[in-house]
């Protein structure tokens, strides 16, 4: 499924996480340190042009619920699908009614109508992305959601990368495209995401103690890394030390 393709049960699927998360914000804290009495699970997924952060998220998403067969299920979400999700009206119609009407949350600012910044954008999907995190079985795909949920507990936070070569390639098949246009896309890519960082967090690159694990997925396959980073989440939310 193409990450900008909104379909029926995955729409219903966002639709049930985002209502979740804005019934989670404020969260109940530990009397005595102020901090959440259980940490959920979570993951980013930080990817280059390529590599496949899309196809990994939806196949880590089933195998973790084929492992843990519970409710909430885990979900994946595409950075660009969660701003489909927040700018289409006819979907936070059907949100806000889920709302509770007894007092405003982040969410009814969230869908509210009218234009606003590209600044303001930013920040209400950043509270979107983070109250979706908070909730945990989420795994969040784009560059942005490692920097967004940074210094959140309970994140496990993966970055892709491989050669140019593969990355050009593996795009040309996934979207049925000719060797210079994915070429020309994938360069394109890197540019803007690069430039989307550094213009919102003001750093210069990535830096591999951000993240958990790294693969380069020239070297190992879709399954062998959801396999492996399973290992890694926990089935239920942990208590956090007090």
């Not at 102020?34 to 939806?58: M, Q």
């Not at 690159?205 to 790294?214: E, H, N, S």
Request: contains cysteine.
């Amino acid at each position: 499924m193409h990450t900008r393709d909104l379909t029926a049960s995955h729409a219903g699927a966002l639709m049930a996480h985002i209502a979740s998360a804005s019934g989670a914000i404020p969260v109940k804290v530990h009397p005595e340190t102020g901090a959440p009495p259980k940490v959920a699970p979570f993951v980013t997924i930080s990817r280059e042009a390529g590599a496949g952060g899309t196809s990994l998220g939806i196949r880590l998403a089933r195998v973790l619920n084929d492992r843990d067969r519970c409710e909430p299920s885990w979900e994946s979400f595409d950075r660009e699908l969660v701003e489909k999700v927040a700018a289409d009206h006819n979907i936070s119609e059907k949100l806000i009614e889920m709302l509770d009407t007894r007092e405003r949350t982040w969410l009814d600012v969230l869908l509210e109508d009218g234009a606003t910044s590209e600044f303001g954008l930013r920040q209400r999907i950043a509270k979107t992305v983070r109250a979706l995190a908070q909730v945990g079985r989420t795994i969040i795909v784009g560059r942005g959601g490692v920097f967004i949920t940074r210094g959140m507990p309970g994140g496990i936070h993966v970055r892709l990368i491989a050669p140019l070569t593969h990355r050009i390639e593996n795009f040309a098949r996934e979207n049925s495209i000719t060797t210079p246009e994915a070429t020309q896309r994938v360069n394109e890519l890197d540019r803007r995401r690069l430039d989307f960082y550094r213009r919102n967090w003001d750093i210069r690159a990535l830096t591999a103690d951000m993240f958990t694990v790294t693969f380069n997925t020239a070297q190992i396959d879709i399954d062998a890394m959801a396999t492996a980073l399973a290992t890694m989440i926990p089935k239920q939310p942990r208590k956090m030390a007090t």
